[in-house]
């Protein structure tokens, strides 16, 4: 009841009770805590002794060691690099199979017909319980769904999601990983990001255990590649980034975005069928997987034009798992491009046909994902051309844009004024 209200004053009050001097902190996950970490050694608090977080493989100083000299910090060379350091898929110093990445492999559209297994669900024990129940009382008011409450709170349990997922979904894992099935938030994706980010799993331990999977011959290379690729290349290199570049990252915003972020974004409550299925579903399970975030809320966010920090609060906000490290890379790199190019080559833009083409979504939506035009015309159809239009001072130079580029100026001129006039009609009445 006495507790002082902020971080500082609890460990000013605890360093005075036990009389320490000296202040031991794990490397935190957001710049501005180290930050403050400092300053209070600064202003005389205490000594700090920053100790390396081992819920990641590879520090801020070993990336820092790996990047320079580089003139490009693709994340195909870092996750090499890592493949290579922890002696991961290899025989002898070559990648199993001959090759390094089975991506192209891992983008097969929506198996409709078949049974996806259910995610592992634990049942709250009687302290989250009554951490459930304080949230209720002093939260209410905030957006998502409290119940039901199923995530794992243990390291038994973390353990047992981990083994379910080697067991069941592991095997399509990489067949179904950009796939969107409405009513299948879960799919085949792992589901473990909550506890590798909070320390209940260590990323060796996930990683080691899909590639026993691989040798044992109960899951095929395709999957456990990809699978591995995400754990031990991408969120290895954003936590690499994210440290490398802050604080000047979260500032960037290289398209210049100013759009307010939709209010339907907090509610779900919109007639695109694709957004309001992974908003509805993202504020029941606080989870969407990784193509629902890429293609459909931050695409759409992306077309339309949202202010970088809108967004990046939004996501920071919405999902369990997120943390500004991880967070903060994915949004304003991979989405908004606002990095300028840094982590993505190109814009993750994509009009209605690619939703179309990895979901079943546009069955149920009121718009039609093959129009281009007119009132009944998919919105990310027009508003794909749109994007490409308002930034072509910032973008037609990039070489993967190019074709995109050229399709478009060979439209008709009449064409292409309906296509803008239908975007800026749909964007004046999006609030
Ligand atoms: P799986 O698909 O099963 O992948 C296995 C693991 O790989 C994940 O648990 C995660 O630890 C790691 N991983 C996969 N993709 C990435 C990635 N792009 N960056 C870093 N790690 C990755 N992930 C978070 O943990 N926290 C976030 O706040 C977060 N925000 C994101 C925002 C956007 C806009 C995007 C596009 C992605 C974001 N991601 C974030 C990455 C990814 O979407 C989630 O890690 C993944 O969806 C978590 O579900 P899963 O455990 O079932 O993942
Ligand atoms: Fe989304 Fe367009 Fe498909 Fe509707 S038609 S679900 S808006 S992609």
């Known amino acids: 009841p006495d507790n002082g209200g902020s971080l500082r004053s609890e460990v000013e009050r605890a360093l005075a009770r036990h009389g320490l001097r000296q202040l031991v902190v794990t490397q935190p996950g957001e710049y501005r805590l180290l930050q403050a970490f400092e300053r209070w050694q600064a202003e005389g608090l205490a000594t700090l002794d920053v100790r390396p977080d081992s819920r990641f493989l590879c520090g801020p100083g070993e990336f820092a060691s790996w990047a320079e000299g580089r003139k490009n910090l693709r994340m195909e060379y870092f996750y090499r690099h890592m493949r290579r350091r922890y002696s991961v ?69 973390a353990l047992a999601v981990l083994k379910q997922f080697i067991e069941q979904r592991l095997g399509k894992f990489g067949d179904f990983q950009d796939a969107m099935i409405e009513g299948e938030p879960w799919m085949y994706h792992s589901h473990l990001s909550f506890y590798l980010n909070c320390g209940l799993l260590l990323p060796l331990e996930c990683v080691r255990a899909a590639e026993r999977a691989y040798r044992e011959g109960s899951a095929p290379l ?19 980034i994210y440290w490398h570049l802050m604080p000047a990252y979260a500032e960037q915003n290289y398209l210049a975005a100013k759009r307010d972020l939709p209010g339907f974004y907090w509610h779900g409550r919109t007639e695109l069928n694709c957004l309001r299925q992974v908003i509805s579903e993202t504020l029941a399970n606080a989870y969407a997987h990784h193509i629902q975030r890429l293609m459909i809320v931050g695409n759409f966010a992306l077309l339309i034009g949202v202010e970088p920090k809108q967004l990046n609060q939004w996501f920071l906000q919405i999902y369990a798992d997120a943390y ?14 606002a990095d300028g190019g840094y982590l993505a080559s190109k814009p993750y833009a994509a009009g209605g046909a690619y939703i179309n083409k990895m979901s079943n979504y546009c069955k149920n939506c009121r718009y039609q994902v093959s129009k281009k035009t007119g009132p009944q015309a998919c919105p990310f159809n027009y508003l794909y051309w749109h994007f490409l239009a308002s930034n072509r001072d910032k973008l037609q130079n990039n070489p993967r844009l190019g074709l995109a580029y050229k399709s478009y100026d060979r439209m008709a001129a009449d064409k292409r004024e309906t296509i803008q006039n239908d975007a800026e009609a749909f964007l004046a009445n999006l609030q």
């Open 222 to 240: 395709n999957g456990v590649e990809g699978f591995i690729r995400q754990i031990l290349g991408w969120r290895e290199y954003v936590y690499g």
């Open 324 to 337: 500004e490290w991880v967070e903060l890379p994915n949004v304003s790199g991979m989405v908004l491009y």
């Open 89 to 157: 898929l290899l025989d002898g110093d070559q990648p199993c199979g001959g090759q390094w990445n089975y991506d192209a492999d891992n983008r097969k559209p929506p198996a409709l017909h078949s049974a996806i297994p259910s995610p592992y669900r634990c049942r709250p024990d009687a302290i989250t319980e009554e951490v459930l129940a304080l949230v209720q009382s002093r939260f209410s008011e905030h957006p998502g769904d409290l119940q039901p409450f199923e995530f794992a709170t243990t390291r038994t349990q």
